[in-house]
Antibody
Framework: QVQLQESGPGLVKPSETLSLTCNVS??????????WAWIRQSPGKGPEWIAS???????YYAPTLKSRVTMSIDTSQNQFSLRLTSVAAADTALYYC????????????WGQGTTVTVSS | DIVMTQTPLSSPVTLGQPASISCRSS???????????LSWLHQRPGQPPRLLIY???NRFSGVPDRFSGSGAGTDFTLKITRVEAEDVGIYYC?????????FGQGTRLEIK
């Protein structure tokens, strides 16, 4: 059974770069049957998809964040990562990672989330 | 991007009574492979969203059969036959037909 665990810095200063990692257990990050995703949720708001990645088929980014986001896979650590540059207060949110098996293309397993606060 | 619009935004329901949530997409969610990748998630306070329904009407593992999904094209519905206390929270529809994934704004289910 897939399990996901996010990790991150907690607090980031405005204009700096946010780096998050999602550790995957129960499945190989290079499994061709999975996409992996990052989603965030600002306080009191609904989920916002940020990016998805497939080991073979590439990376997809939300248009509103595309210029600042990079998502990557680390097969040696069985994890995937997110980099968000030039952060601002609007990037303060709970960041989740999720798995998307290709037999139903739904986000079926979510991590517990990691809180990111952008503040000086 | 496909815009997902849910109604109502809030739904007060009596325990044991049915509930229904609608989700409309700004364009058809039928994928070129013939499938429709519309799913429903439930979020309780302080928890991550949990998958309930995928591909319009398929219940995810462990989801009670009081939950059902229906619809086609651009109009979809989540129904709960008899609401239980544990069903409170926010329900989201989500489309993964396009690679740019989008969510509905959420419907808050509360007990009267």
């Amino acid at each position: 059974q897939v399990q996901l665990q996010e990790s991150g810095p907690g607090l980031v200063k405005p204009s700096e770069t946010l780096s998050l990692t999602c550790n995957v257990s129960g499945a190989s990050i290079s499994n061709r049957n999975y996409y992996w995703a990052w989603i965030r949720q600002s306080p009191g708001k609904g989920p916002e998809w940020i990016a998805s990645i497939h080991y073979n088929w590439g990376t997809y980014y939300a248009p509103t964040l595309k210029s600042r986001v990079t998502m990557s896979i680390d097969t040696s650590q069985n994890q995937f990562s997110l980099r968000l540059t030039s952060v601002a207060a609007a990037d303060t949110a709970l960041y989740y990672c999720a798995s998307i098996p290709d037999h139903h293309y739904a986000m079926d397993v979510w991590g517990q989330g990691t809180t990111v606060t952008v503040s000086s | 991007d496909i815009v997902m619009t849910q109604t109502p935004l809030s739904s007060p329901v009596t325990l044991g009574q049915p509930a229904s949530i609608s989700c409309r997409s700004s364009q058809s969610l039928v994928h070129t492979d013939g499938n429709t990748y519309l799913s429903w998630l439930h979020q309780r306070p302080g928890q991550p969203p949990r998958l309930l329904i995928y591909k319009i009407s398929n219940r995810f593992s462990g989801v009670p059969d009081r939950f059902s999904g229906s619809g086609a094209g651009t109009d979809f519905t989540l129904k709960i036959t008899r609401v239980e206390a544990e069903d409170v929270g926010i329900y989201y529809c989500m489309q993964t037909t396009q690679s740019s994934i989008t969510f509905g704004q959420g419907t808050r289910l509360e007990i009267k």
